[in-house]
């Protein structure tokens, strides 16, 4: 594992950051930041960033179309919850209106809020609105939860909306983490774009479709082809890769010693062992979480630098939860087999006890709908994240 970093990256990260304005909210964030870690870092109480959603590609500076993908915040406000539950203190940096911690159980759900609740009858004709008898006890489990991380200041959520925003508040707030050394844990499950606009080939205005001519190169970074084929003017978008700055954040940004947890997202089963790997050899942070879109729900892959190297952790069988985009037959076909002589031993955690189920928030609820995969992953890491901070406290001999 190289002590640093070549200069080349330094360079390309300044280039990046030069080019954008800092986001609006940056400071605020910075300020509020801030004062969350002095708090966590006074009572020596771990911190994990996590961040969650997806980013925006704006095609234009002044924005109304924009590239964007499907995550919903899902992995990132469930792992949220889990992490406040085992003494976590997080900062959760996700993309403006997606899923929250808490909130996430009665938002973008089927129900409509308003269906959780009810108007007492009264005489008066005003009364009280109240939640359904038959959510109550859930609602108050979440609540108290909910309530408990507010008051003591346990949670602080800060929002983003483009991949411009993410990587600048990225390296901000692993920069305001370094007091808290090998306390803070970065767990990255954000689906960051991996195309962008650079800003200096980025329309200003709104980009028009067919009414107003447009002086070819002059206006936007989208090109229209010199001849059309059809009497309607075609979109081509010229996306550059957005430089990956995994690297700059585990050699320059996060502080010393702490641990770094990345997600790997793909679709193709046959390749997601190998792509989660690749990324753990090129960034040399502790683990990626392989997970296929098809089956994200039920299972996951650690993959470590140490042995065993590829681990799986699925919810069993019968405890999974229904999903209309999931493929469960799926489920397993991202596994390679073990490699006899390298000793890269697979194993697999199949949690089929009832800890899962009662813990974390809704319990009885929650298992009625099925068991969080997220239940499973966050008491594993916490595990993992024990070990380093042990091994970090240890007295050199
Ligand atoms: O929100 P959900 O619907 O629940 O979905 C969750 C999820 C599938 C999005 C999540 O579990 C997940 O897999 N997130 C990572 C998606 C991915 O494949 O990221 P990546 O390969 O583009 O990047 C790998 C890692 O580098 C990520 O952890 C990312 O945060 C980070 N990254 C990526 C690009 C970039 N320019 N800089 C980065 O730091």
Redesign the pocket.
Known sequence: MPSSLPDSSAEEESNYFNNYPPPKALKNHEALTRAFIERHVESNRRVVLV????TTVPLENQTVRFVD??????????SAEYFLEAGYAVIFLHRQF??LPYSRHYSHSTNCFLDFMDERPSPSDHGPIVVRSEYQDEMREVLRKYRYAKQNNLLLLLPFTT?TE??FE?RALANLMRPLGANALFY???????FFIPRDRMAEHKIQSSEVPVIDGDVYTGLHEDEPHSGSKKLVVDLDP?????HR?VYGWAPEKSMI??????TDPSILVY?ART?LQR?SHHL????L?ST??WE?VFVTPDPPGERWIRVPKSKRSKSISGVEDQVGLAESKPLVDSGDEVTQLQLGDTRAASGGVGGAAQARKGIEIESIIIPELVKMHSEMIEKANRPRS
Not at 188 to 194: E, K, N, R
Not at 288 to 291: E, M
């Open positions: 961040t969650s959603g997806g993908n499907f995550s919903a915040g899902t992995r990132g406000a469930t997606s899923l991949v993410y990587l990225l990255l499950a954000a689906a960051v774009s991996d957005v430089p990956k700055f995994l954040l947890v990345s997600f790997k997202l793909e792509k990324s960034y990626v979480i392989g997970n879109l994200r729900k996951v």
